[in-house]
């Protein structure tokens, strides 16, 4: 095993997209019949702003030539707080690992490279929302859960 951990361009637009309805698919357990093409779209939209604007980082982990999982972080801003005085947040997000090469500490780099990428541009605020899968990796590297936030489902 031969891992190269690769921060995503715009060219690496297809794997991103691709590695989101993966991880969609398995996080709401949704069946191969489901049709994503909204999603996709949507997904294809996002990333081609964000990736130019500098408001979403990923990094995409290969085997050689082989993809085998992907990690991002989206960049945002909310009035500030007494605790985030610059309002200034990031959300980690697609969180994805091949089911064949999980438990092997690719998850846990990956996450190492996103916490770093915001922490150089100085944002302290950092969420996530957690699969049972991946609450252990998230507790291990520090995470806690939040307990004040709700929603309004639709």
Do not use: C, W
Not at 2 to 9: P, V
């Amino acid at each position: 095993m031969k891992l190269i951990y690769k921060k995503a361009t715009i060219e690496n637009i297809d794997i991103l997209v691709q590695s989101r309805i993966e991880v969609l698919r398995a996080a709401n357990k949704l069946a191969e019949t489901v049709d994503m093409t909204e999603v996709e779209e949507q997904s294809y939209a996002y990333y081609k702003e964000a990736l130019s604007n500098g408001t979403h980082t990923a990094y995409l982990v290969f085997d050689e030539n082989r993809f085998v999982g992907a990690g991002g972080v989206s960049y945002f801003r909310v009035m500030p707080t007494y605790h985030n005085p610059s309002g200034n947040k990031a959300y980690i997000m697609n969180m994805y690992t091949n089911p064949t090469y999980r438990r092997k500490g690719i998850a846990y780099e990956t996450l190492k490279l996103l916490v770093a990428d915001v922490k150089e541009r100085g944002v302290t605020a950092i969420s996530l929302e957690a699969t049972d899968m991946g609450k252990p990796l998230y507790e291990k590297f520090g995470f806690v859960k939040m307990n004040d936030e709700m929603e309004l489902p639709q």
